[in-house]
Structures are given as C-alpha cells and as structure tokens.
C-alpha cells in the first residue's frame, strides 16, 4: 500500500499516524535510509538501488517498498535524514556577515561529505522536517538586514546556490588532481605556443597558475567568490 510522502517524512512526528498493527517487522524505514546513506557515502547514489538496498538487508525488494514507494521516495528520505543530522558550527563572532559565512560553510562542509546530494534536485525535499528546521535555521543569519520575506527567502537561496556549485567545482576537481603535474609540464611549452597574442591570458593565467599549481582552483575561488557573496548581500 502506497504511503504519502509527507507522512514518511514526519513519521516520528507525535502527530504521524499509527502504523497499523501486524507482525513486527525486521528493519525500520530509518535502517532502510541509514543504509542507503552509507552506500551513497561509500559508493555514490548509483550504489543505492532497491535491489542493492534489500540484498544488504538481508530482504526482498518487496520488503523494501514496505518502507518506501520508490528509489525517488527513499532519495528524498535521505535528504531529509542528513539535513537533520547536519553539523553546524558556532559563529565565533557577531554581526550577519559572520552568520552567513557560516551558514555557507556549513553547508559546503555537509555537501563535502555528502557529495550525492549534489545530485538530488527533487523538490519534494523541502517537505521534511529535517530540511525545514534546516531552513528555518539559516534565515535567521539574514536578521537585522531589514528584509522582506520574499527577500529573505532569495538571499538565503542566493547563499546556498554558491555553496552548491562551489562544492560541484570541487568534486570535479578532486577527479581531476593528477592534472597539477600535466600543468606543471605543460605551462612551459604552453607559453611558447601563446607568445604575444594573448597578453592578458598569458600573464593572468601564469600567475594563477604559479599560485595554485593547476589552471583552477576550487578553494581560492570559494574564498573569493563567499567575500564577493557578502559584499553583495550588503548592498541590500
């Protein structure tokens, strides 16, 4: 029997509705999601199948769908269930720029352990209880700024969208590591073929380069693309 999403989401909630009576089962939806987690971490989200899920379990497929409708129902569970346990760091200082540069790390820090849920788009995310304590968490980073809702709601995304796409940039980058002796080798050579052309490309991208060891680097660029982020929410 199909169960509505939200009442997976809030199943603990005192006001959930009772599970109905009948034989205890083995696993709990929560040991389903735990376990499909731990694939995700170890594996990635193509490790998480309904099949994988139940042969790890100890269970049939069948089994599995007891607990959760479909792989999509189950990614979202997941979401959910690390938003929950997200880690947050304590704002040593004061002031809004200190509360949203924490938010921001926050959540570059949980994307960096988490990296699959860079690959989670479902909307229906925003249903559950551990992402919704997430959010109502982190809007009050933006107290003090004098916006409106809507507009507190849009710095808030603005926020996360940098720490989405700079957490993207530095997992293709951790695939990408053997590159930094091609570019120590290759920067030479490159040179020469560049000559005077391009002045601007040769200069800039030799210094950058000879900075980061590697044509680009994710960490300089979360550092000042979070300062450019800032300033931005200022001008507000």
Excluded: C
Excluded at 24 to 49: F, I, Y
Excluded at 82 to 102: D, E, F, K, T
Excluded at 173 to 187: G, R, T
């Amino acid at each position: 029997m199909t169960k509505n999403l939200v009442d997976l989401l809030w199943r603990h909630s005192p006001v959930a509705p009772a599970p109905r009576r009948g034989p205890k089962a083995r696993h709990s939806t929560d040991d389903v999601v735990d376990r499909a987690v731990a694939r995700a971490d170890a594996d990635g989200l193509g490790a998480v199948t309904i099949r994988s899920l139940a042969m790890s379990l100890e269970l049939t497929p069948m089994s599995i769908y007891t607990h959760v409708n479909s792989r999509a129902d189950l990614l979202v569970l997941m979401a959910d269930a690390v938003h929950a346990r997200m880690l947050v760091a304590p704002v040593q200082a004061s002031g809004w720029r200190a509360a949203v540069r924490a938010v921001a790390e926050d959540n570059l820090r949980l994307l960096r352990t988490h990296p699959w849920l860079i690959d989670i788009h479902d909307p229906r995310v925003a249903l559950g209880p551990g992402t919704i304590a997430k959010y109502d968490r982190e809007l009050h980073a933006f107290d003090g700024l004098g916006l409106g809702a809507v507009e507190r709601d849009a710095a808030l995304s603005f926020v996360l969208d940098f720490s989405l796409s700079a957490a993207a940039r530095m997992r293709d980058q951790q695939s990408a590591e053997s590159f930094a002796a091609s570019w120590a080798e290759a920067a030479p050579r490159l040179a020469a073929y560049l000559g005077d052309d391009m002045p601007l490309a040769r200069s800039v991208g030799q210094a950058a380069g000879e900075a980061m060891g590697a044509p680009y680097d994710a960490r300089t660029a979360w550092n000042f693309g979070l300062a450019r982020v800032i300033d931005g929410l200022a001008a507000t």
